[in-house]
């Protein structure tokens, strides 16, 4: 049965497309979101005709990262229940977390991340599951200790603890430098080039191309990817619960921080009509 989708378009085809669409929200990642996310991959993997998969999202960034509270994420968490708990909020980031964004990983066909603008905390996570990513040349990365924890993967051990330490956004052509990103193109071109070359890998040999990305993840998963994720998670989940006050707490007040406080300072973008 086809799937409906409401917060993503996706377009089949030899190169398919997964477009993230609230762009209202610059994409921030709702729980309806990564269900649709995970859907349109599977649609994808499903479909013989399917190839190669770009990834991308409407709007002036490619995702603002986790959604904290738009007005749908809570009437999604009033309809569908949203425990408190620590078993539940420990299973519910698992799920939209860590096993989905190892399947994404896993797809067994390529996958691109078609990356503009601000790419922040789950929007890093996502981008990261993903076997390639070009940039245009205004992208921001902003990595962290989140729950998919790749940081040190994707831009070695010293890097990563010296941007994660300043928590700072990373710039396209800097992120290219360090091996996170494959390919840095102007805005306007950024398209383009990135359905040029997915066009050129489509015409592969498919078992071919899912041989080479086994035996790539597979490498690293002997290097201990996977068990290194796990662990980061427990690391993270327990952190999260448990940890120390933030020092941006004032009065049991939480204060944003600077990243957060410049986002919630943006206008609202128009969605896009769909005909």
Known sequence: MPVTYHEVIYEPGPVARVIMNRPE????????????????????????????????GNGPDFSAGHDLGSPPE??????????????????????????NTMRWRNIPKPTIAMVHG???FGGWMVAASMDLIFASD?????????????????????????????????PAQEAKELGFVNQVYPADV???????????????TPMVLRQ?????????????????????????????????????????KRQLSP????????????RPRQD
């Not at 990365?141 to 994660?164: C, N």
């Not at 950024?190 to 592969?204: G, Q, W």
């Not at 990243?259 to 128009?270: F, M």
Request: aromatic share 10%; proline share 4%.
């Open 25 to 56: 929200y610059r994409n921030a990642q709702s729980r309806l979101l990564l269900e649709e996310i995970d859907a349109a991959f599977q649609e994808a993997v499903d479909d013989p005709e399917v190839l190669v998969i770009v990834l991308s």
């Open 118 to 120: 601000k790419c922040i």
């Open 259 to 270: 990243v957060a406080q410049a986002l919630a300072k943006l206008k609202p973008w128009p």
């Open 138 to 170: 205004d992208a921001l990365f902003l990595p962290s200790h989140t729950q998919y924890f790749s940081a040190p993967w994707d831009l070695g051990v010293r890097k990563a603890k010296e941007i994660l330490f300043q928590n700072r956004f990373i």
């Open 74 to 99: 809570l009437a999604d968490r009033e309809i569908r229940g949203w425990d408190e708990d620590f078993v539940g909020v420990y299973d519910r980031q698992r799920d939209t977390r860590i096993t």
């Open 212 to 252: 080479i990305k086994h035996s790539i993840n597979n490498m690293q998963d002997g290097q201990g990817f996977t068990t290194h994720i796990n662990a980061s998670f427990m690391t993270y989940a327990v952190g999260a619960r448990f940890g120390q006050p933030d020092p941006r707490m004032v009065k049991g």
């Open 190 to 204: 950024l398209e383009r080039k990135t359905l040029e070359y997915a066009r050129e890998v489509a015409e592969r």
